[in-house]
């Protein structure tokens, strides 16, 4: 589809507030396309001022009725999951309008970019995406930057939802998605593989897809710290690899120069195609950031931006929403972070990063569906029951529920119960808040863990004021 169609279309997104469908819209309409949509979460009053915002940028917003389909010129952007008894979807089959997926409107404006990033792998696309994209602002290349997570450092008083950016320098970066197989439809010029591990879909469909991904690319940037991705390094025309513990990767660290804060990770980077070292500072915590600021790093080596340009950018990145996010500490010294764990390797990333500090762990993980819970409950359990010591907590409630016809027969009880003596199901959210209050004491850390639901970071917030 070429600009003037692209802007000549009407658009509506069914679903336009949620994590993968606000930055697309935000960059369709950025590149001068008409955008309407519908949230059920406005519906119901979640997050409204995230909708008043949409509105004062010129989206126009309907309510999830049907009401906003109102011509067969009209294309609805519905995401796979969408039912076909969602009434837009209902109208617009009366209408004969054309449907496409998230990834299919996505997939279509980034491969028609002349310079395109795509970030893959089970965990740490989001970061990895908003690191290579910031590199890329502040190296002057103007790019439009996809992501499925609010990037602080482009937050500003008009754009405090900066989880996507629109630029005019041909350079598109995006995280891309393995979980529906959409990955399948995007053809990069960087291909960025930072690990596969169990999440949606079997081992074996999750190799074809990273494999054929690779194989797309122009050049690939390879994490051979993990064995899966190491497996597929084959399946690549030209690779540049990255690792914190692999003496054979291309981009690396010196042994033994790791030093970490709760805040803060940094290291001396070696590039040993040509022996230089870099002192790197982050200032964003955790070994998997310095894992995720290698992965960006080669990505953007690989796009043409100078290593010595690339450390000296990627400093100042301060991190995203909802990525291990410190909501702050109250008075007695109890700290509460925000956190988008939902998946057993986000979870282990996450509980590392706190286990390499003092201090006990009051984790609060709200499962994001009934399917994934079963799909990965059992690993979910393990992480928890492995890295959570005897003094540790972890509380878990009622899985997210937006109604439709998943089975809803194997819940969060089930969880608990694998996890053992130091977890507990409650199954209310609000119950878990005043448990979290009364219970935590000077010296804690209260994470909160979750996806899909934008509302854990009001109840973060919320939790550290009932703290005081």
């Given at each position: 589809?070429?600009?003037?169609?692209?802007?000549?279309?009407?658009?509506?997104?069914?679903?336009?507030?949620?994590?993968?469908?606000?930055?697309?819209?935000?960059?369709?309409?950025?590149?001068?396309?008409?955008?309407?949509?519908?949230?059920?979460?406005?519906?119901?009053?979640?997050?409204?001022?995230?909708?008043?915002?949409?509105?004062?940028?010129?989206?126009?917003?309907?309510?999830?009725?049907?009401?906003?389909?109102?011509?067969?010129?009209?294309?609805?952007?519905?995401?796979?999951?969408?039912?076909?008894?969602?009434?837009?979807?209902?109208?617009?089959?009366?209408?004969?309008?054309?449907?496409?997926?998230?990834?299919?409107?996505?997939?279509?404006?980034?491969?028609?970019?002349?310079?395109?990033?795509?970030?893959?792998?089970?965990?740490?696309?989001?970061?990895?995406?908003?690191?290579?994209?910031?590199?890329?602002?502040?190296?002057?290349?103007?790019?439009?930057?996809?992501?499925?997570?609010?990037?602080?450092?482009?937050?500003?008083?008009?754009?405090?939802?900066?989880?996507?950016?629109?630029?005019?320098?041909?350079?598109?970066?995006?995280?891309?998605?393995?979980?529906?197989?959409?990955?399948?439809?995007?053809?990069?010029?960087?291909?960025?593989?930072?690990?596969?591990?169990?999440?949606?879909?079997?081992?074996?469909?999750?190799?074809?897809?990273?494999?054929?991904?690779?194989?797309?690319?122009?050049?690939?940037?390879?994490?051979?710290?993990?064995?899966?991705?190491?497996?597929?390094?084959?399946?690549?025309?030209?690779?540049?690899?990255?690792?914190?513990?692999?003496?054979?990767?291309?981009?690396?660290?010196?042994?033994?120069?790791?030093?970490?804060?709760?805040?803060?990770?940094?290291?001396?980077?070696?590039?040993?195609?040509?022996?230089?070292?870099?002192?790197?500072?982050?200032?964003?915590?955790?070994?998997?950031?310095?894992a995720n600021a290698l992965a960006a790093l080669a990505a953007t080596?690989?796009?043409?931006?100078?290593?010595?340009?690339?450390?000296?950018?990627?400093?100042?990145?301060?991190?995203?929403?909802?990525?291990?996010?410190?909501?702050?500490?109250?008075?007695?010294?109890?700290?509460?972070?925000?956190?988008?764990?939902?998946?057993?390797?986000?979870?282990?990333?996450?509980?590392?990063?706190?286990?390499?500090?003092?201090?006990?762990?009051?984790?609060?993980?709200?499962?994001?569906?009934?399917?994934?819970?079963?799909?990965?409950?059992?690993?979910?359990?393990?992480?928890?029951?492995?890295?959570?010591?005897?003094?540790?907590?972890?509380?878990?409630?009622?899985?997210?529920?937006?109604?439709?016809?998943?089975?809803?027969?194997?819940?969060?009880?089930?969880?608990?119960?694998?996890?053992?003596?130091?977890?507990?199901?409650?199954?209310?959210?609000?119950?878990?808040?005043?448990?979290?209050?009364?219970?935590?004491?000077?010296?804690?850390?209260?994470?909160?863990?979750?996806?899909?639901?934008?509302?854990?970071?009001?109840?973060?917030?919320?939790?550290?004021?009932?703290?005081?």
């Amino acid at each position: 589809m070429d600009k003037d169609a692209l802007n000549s279309t009407p658009w509506f997104f069914c679903g336009i507030g949620g994590s993968g469908m606000l930055p697309l819209a935000l960059i369709l309409r950025g590149m001068g396309a008409q955008v309407a949509g519908s949230d059920r979460s406005r519906d119901s009053g979640r997050t409204p001022e995230k909708f008043a915002w949409l509105e004062s940028l010129g989206f126009e917003l309907f309510p999830q009725d049907g009401s906003g389909m109102r011509d067969g010129a009209q294309i609805l952007v519905a995401s796979a999951a969408v039912e076909d008894s969602v009434p837009e979807v209902l109208r617009a089959r009366e209408l004969g309008c054309a449907r496409m997926s998230r990834a299919e409107l996505l997939s279509t404006l980034f491969n028609a970019a002349p310079a395109r990033i795509a970030v893959g792998g089970t965990s740490g696309k989001s970061t990895v995406t908003g690191m290579a994209g910031w590199i890329m602002t502040q190296a002057g290349r103007d790019p439009t930057i996809m992501n499925g997570a609010v990037m602080k450092n482009f937050v500003a008083p008009d754009a405090p939802f900066a989880s996507a950016r629109v630029g005019a320098g041909g350079v598109f970066v995006s995280e891309v998605d393995e979980s529906d197989g959409s990955i399948a439809l995007y053809n990069p010029t960087v291909a960025v593989l930072n690990n596969v591990s169990l999440d949606h879909k079997s081992l074996e469909e999750l190799r074809e897809l990273f494999g054929d991904f690779l194989r797309r690319a122009d050049v690939a940037a390879v994490n051979i710290d993990d064995a899966e991705s190491a497996a597929l390094v084959g399946r690549a025309r030209r690779v540049v690899t990255f690792g914190l513990n692999s003496e054979q990767a291309d981009i690396g660290v010196v042994a033994g120069s790791i030093v970490e804060t709760p805040t803060t990770i940094g290291a001396t980077l070696i590039d040993r195609r040509d022996g230089a070292t870099y002192a790197l500072a982050l200032c964003v915590p955790g070994r998997h950031n310095l894992a995720n600021a290698l992965a960006a790093l080669a990505a953007t080596d690989a796009a043409g931006v100078a290593l010595t340009q690339g450390v000296a950018a990627i400093e100042s990145f301060t991190g995203l929403a909802r990525r291990f996010d410190i909501v702050g500490t109250s008075g007695s010294g109890i700290t509460v972070i925000d956190d988008f764990g939902h998946n057993p390797d986000k979870v282990s990333a996450t509980l590392h990063t706190l286990k390499a500090h003092p201090g006990r762990i009051l984790a609060f993980f709200q499962p994001h569906g009934y399917g994934p819970l079963r799909q990965m409950g059992h690993e979910l359990a393990q992480t928890f029951a492995r890295l959570l010591t005897s003094e540790d907590q972890v509380i878990l409630c009622d899985p997210v529920y937006f109604g439709g016809t998943v089975d809803r027969t194997q819940g969060s009880q089930r969880i608990v119960d694998l996890i053992g003596d130091r977890a507990r199901y409650i199954p209310a959210r609000d119950d878990v808040a005043a448990y979290l209050a009364q219970e935590a004491r000077p010296g804690d850390r209260i994470v909160v863990m979750g996806a899909r639901d934008d509302t854990l970071t009001l109840f973060a917030k919320n939790l550290l004021e009932q703290i005081g």
